[in-house]
Each structure stands twice: as structure tokens, then as C-alpha cells.
């Protein structure tokens, strides 16, 4: 049985508990060849892992939701299924496999993102495009809180034209169902975004 994120805070009694979302932190979205890499999938994948670290060190939940086998090419038995290196998630954070495009098709996950009302949502990870997108949608109809880490998620299988194009249009069909904001914005404790540092 899951604690209440009250209870689950160390030290942020009477305050509301930050949760991180991880999506597809997998190595087939960053190793050059593989057909969901993208152009600047490094770089994200090493701001990922800054985030990734301010979150444990003040005691954010993180939530880990990752592609299962498919039809596509992420194998849950091969090599470019695991998680990337240095993303890997702790055995105290919940991973939740998910079959379809948004991680809110794993019921486990929906009911943890339940107990999220009133919390502050961030998301970061791949798949942008797609699983990122869908992700934020199924949040907005729950009336979640959710900030997109702009510079935290990366497009799918993309060059860096493509890549960009994603990204720009991604993006326009997120703002009007969450904030935009860069991971520095976050890690610095911008008020205006609900983050604690």
C-alpha cells in the first residue's frame, strides 16, 4: 500500500509532495542508429540525470513509466530496453510499464497520479512527441498540475531539422494544458512554478 505523500515527505511536513515523472528513460532513444534515437538525445539524457539527482536530494517522489514489449522496436528483454546509464531508477522509486502510448494506460500508474491532486507534476524524459504528449493530455482531463522540463525531453526517432519541427509543435499543443519550463527554472526554486530547492 502506497503512503500518502504527506507521509511519505521527510522533513516537508503540512507541505505538498514534488513529484518527478520519468518517461522512457531507455537506451534505445540515445544510442546513434537505433530507430527511436534523436539528434541531442546526450544532452537531454544528461539533464535528465541533474534533475534526476535534485530531485532525490530534496526528497521529490519519482516515478519511473517506461515502454513494455511491442510491436515496435524497444524488446523489454533486450539490451536497448534497460534503462539508460546513471538514469537507473532506485529500488524506492515505483517503475510502471506501460503497452499503449500514454503511461496513464497502466492503471498502477493512474492511481498514483491520483493521489497527485494538488501537487506539483514535473515531467521529463523522451518520446516527447508521443508519450510525453499523451501522457500530459490523460493528466489535464485528472486536473493535474504539470510543468514540462523543456529541455529535459527529447523527440523520437528524428534528425535535427525533424527534431526541432517535433519539438515546436509538441510544444504548442502543451502549453495550453501545462507550464513550459527549463530545468534550471526548476532546480533554482522559480516560485512561480511550485518548485522547492
Not at 66 to 78: F, L, Y
Amino acid at each position: 500500500m502506497l503512503l500518502s505523500s504527506l507521509e511519505r515527505t521527510d522533513g516537508f511536513a503540512g507541505r505538498p509532495q514534488p513529484r518527478l515523472v520519468c518517461l522512457d528513460l531507455q537506451r534505445e532513444y540515445v544510442v546513434p542508429g537505433r530507430p527511436l534515437y534523436a539528434d541531442g538525445a546526450g544532452r537531454v539524457a544528461d539533464i535528465c540525470a541533474a534533475v534526476l539527482q535534485h530531485a532525490r536530494t530534496h526528497h521529490w517522489r519519482i516515478i519511473h513509466a517506461r515502454r513494455q514489449k511491442t510491436e515496435g522496436p524497444v524488446d523489454r528483454a533486450d539490451y536497448f530496453s534497460a534503462p539508460i546509464e546513471g538514469l537507473r531508477p532506485l529500488i524506492s522509486e515505483p517503475v510502471f510499464a506501460r503497452s499503449g502510448l500514454s503511461a496513464f494506460c497502466n492503471p498502477d500508474f493512474a492511481a498514483e497520479m491520483r493521489d497527485a491532486q494538488g501537487e506539483e507534476v514535473f515531467i521529463m524524459g523522451f518520446s516527447l512527441n508521443e508519450t510525453c504528449l499523451a501522457t500530459v493530455f490523460a493528466a489535464a482531463d485528472m486536473g493535474l498540475n504539470v510543468t514540462i522540463l523543456t529541455d529535459a525531453t527529447g523527440a523520437a526517432g528524428a534528425g535535427a531539422a525533424e527534431a526541432r519541427q517535433l519539438r515546436e509543435a509538441a510544444e504548442r499543443m502543451l502549453s495550453p494544458l501545462a507550464r513550459l519550463a527549463t530545468s534550471h527554472e526548476v532546480m533554482e526554486g522559480d516560485p512561480a512554478l511550485g518548485a522547492w530547492s
